[in-house]
């Protein structure tokens, strides 16, 4: 193994955007990592389905393919 090529790997405060912080080991360069989201806010992880829509792109695609499932079954031929 070579020597004085590998990334120091040190102690990192991990600090996310609900609040939560924990301790973990990286070779990310600062001291403190901060993160949007983590395994405290993360809908896996507590079971809540959370959106955050700042811009309206959730409202926009619903309201787009609204009437696709329904247009597709009328347009469908009848079996029988």
């Known amino acids: 193994m070579k020597t004085d090529i590998h990334p120091d790997y040190h102690e990192v405060q991990v600090v996310c955007a609900c609040g939560s912080s924990f301790q973990t080991r990286s070779t990310y360069k600062d001291t403190v990592l901060h993160v949007e989201i983590c395994s405290s806010c993360h809908p896996f992880f507590t079971g809540k389905q959370k959106l955050i829509d700042s811009a309206g792109r959730v409202e926009r695609f619903q ?18």
């Open 63 to 80: 309201k787009k393919y609204a009437n696709y499932r329904k247009n597709k079954v009328e347009a469908s031929p009848a079996k029988g």
